[in-house]
């Protein structure tokens, strides 16, 4: 088996590593019997396990990938297509004016619970969402949701949605709304979910596997697959193994490296699709004195060789990116070039700022969750030693990395990724740009924040495109982050399994299929 990490990232590391890291291996216990009966079975190994049942209260893709499962929003993404919506629980939806939007709902659905699936469990989906109802609080899934005023329940199988502007994303965000029965506790939704999707939760061992069995009567029709299961696995050597073995039949975050030894086992086949996730590292400019400074954050993102890490640390599985809009994003501007390689400058604006000497700043890594993140940000910390600065690595479960981001108590700053699903930076720009402390934002700039208040509301796609280039333009000026790249998602699949990736990152079995590999 090769090695689980770029042979050149030797060379890029010139000057000795701070901080340590940890792994370990996960998904104990043998997997699920893989006849047959009720449609066969399949194993799905994540880095990461799910942080709840409860889908309003959470925001991690790998969680999602589970409940998904479990739960129907009212429209779904395309797998194809990004652009376009699909009906889910909605069968069809029109706007009715800048502000409100109105939804015709599905008959004959039926929660996990037997209740049947009425306009009322929308309206109190989004009230619980939002901490309207009596003795509640918003929800962890609330910030995607800010511009939603009210839920207007027409008739049993009617709903709109008014917002509070034009809402040029509301589509979009509706995707992300998984619907829970009227009456919903969060006590009890955090550990069993109740929802209308084609699978039901059998049994959730914490840190090890989830087990979903099909519904025989889901609305869609019985999928295809009888049971599936999540397992986790932190570990990216351990999935790999499990992979090779049999013993699994789809793997996140394949290492670049092991694509060869993948295809030699002859069980299982590489498949790449461009991703949503952009990949940089935050900036905690609220509290790190430093970082503060917009000449400080300028010379970091001057000090680091981002095209040799994509060449030479992820064997090409990345995608350059001048700030958090990847190619195929709506809104993408190519006049807006990164910052160059340039290590000069990066020590003149250093003294400008104050720290001819550099300084001492730690980062955060969140562990078994993002491919490279161990390796790029060790190579980062090689640059940045090369103009003074002394980066501690301190790396950590990704559990206790979201806890630390949900509780806002972070670093210096940390390694993230951002899946933006919506693919349209107002998302991001809305949740980790703009100032507040209710999202990811460790930012502030009121020339930003008015602007993406602008774009957010602009329903004309060529306005809302020269607006996000004007604020990309003030991003380069004042850095909210170090700027990386666009990730090339790279999948391990069983040859059993019929399963295409989606740049997304949506990892759903109810369109997939087993095949006879003779």
């Known amino acids: 088996m090769r090695k689980l990490i770029a042979p050149a990232l030797a060379a890029l590391l010139l000057t000795a590593c701070g901080g340590s890291s940890s792994s370990s291996s996960g998904g104990g216990g043998s997997s699920p019997a893989r006849g047959t009966e009720g449609g066969g079975s399949v194993t799905i190994a994540q880095g990461v396990d799910p942080t709840t049942m409860d889908p309003e209260n959470q925001r991690e893709t790998t969680t999602v990938n589970v409940l998904q499962h479990f739960y129907d929003p009212l429209l779904e993404r395309d797998a194809t297509d990004p652009r376009k919506f699909n009906p889910k629980l909605a069968t069809s939806w029109k706007r009715v004016n800048d502000t409100t939007t109105r939804f015709e709902l599905r008959t004959g659905v039926k929660f996990s619970d037997g209740k049947p699936f009425t306009a009322a469990d929308v309206k109190y989906t989004v009230d619980y969402l939002l901490g309207r109802l009596p003795h509640s609080k918003p929800e962890i899934l609330s910030y995607q949701f800010g511009t939603l005023g009210k839920v207007k329940v027409v008739d049993d199988h009617t709903v709109e949605f008014h917002t509070t502007g034009p809402d040029p994303l509301l589509l979009d965000r509706l995707t992300a709304l998984y619907i829970i029965p009227k009456g919903a506790e969060p006590k009890s939704l955090a550990s069993t979910p109740v929802g209308t999707g ?34 986790t696995m932190p570990d990216a050597s351990a999935r790999l193994a499990a992979l090779e073995s049999g013993d699994v039949d789809l ?166 990724a951002w899946g933006e699903s919506f693919f349209n930076p107002i998302d991001e720009l809305e949740v980790a740009v703009v100032s507040g402390t209710k999202g990811f934002s460790w930012f502030s700039n009121p020339e930003i924040d008015k602007l993406t208040a602008q774009a957010a509301g602009q329903l004309d796609a060529a306005e809302q495109k020269s607006t996000v280039s004007q604020i990309q333009q003030k991003m380069l000026q004042d850095p909210p982050f170090l700027f990386l790249f666009a990730y090339k998602d790279l999948y391990g699949i069983s040859n059993r399994l019929d399963w295409k990736p989606r740049s997304d990152e949506s990892i759903e079995m109810y369109g997939a299929r087993l095949q006879d590999t003779g």
């Open 251 to 416: 793997i996140t975050n394949l290492p670049a490296d092991n694509t060869e030894d993948v295809k030699a086992s002859g069980r299982a086949r590489v498949a790449s699709v461009p991703s949503a996730r952009i990949a940089s590292i935050w900036f905690n400019t609220l509290d790190s004195a430093p970082l503060k400074k917009p000449e400080v954050r300028q010379a970091l993102n001057y000090a680091v060789d981002v095209d040799t890490i994509i060449k030479q640390v992820m064997s090409g599985y990345g995608q350059r990116v001048a700030t958090i809009v990847a190619p195929y994003f709506a809104d993408y501007d190519p006049s807006i070039k990164p910052f160059p390689y340039d290590p000069n400058k990066a020590k003149q604006l250093l003294a400008q700022a104050g720290y001819p000497h550099g300084f001492p700043m730690t980062l955060m890594v969140p562990e078994g969750r993002y491919e490279f993140a161990d390796e790029v940000s060790q190579a980062i910390q090689s640059y940045l030693g090369k103009v003074g600065v002394k980066m501690k690595l301190q790396t950590v479960d990704f559990g206790v990395f979201a806890k630390a981001t949900q509780t806002r108590k972070i670093p210096d700053g940390f390694y993230g």
């Open 198 to 231: 084609p699978y039901k939760l059998v049994k959730w061992d914490r840190n090890n596997q989830v087990v979903m069995r099909a519904k025989p009567d889901y609305y869609g029709g019985k999928p295809a697959i009888g049971q599936v299961t999540f397992k």
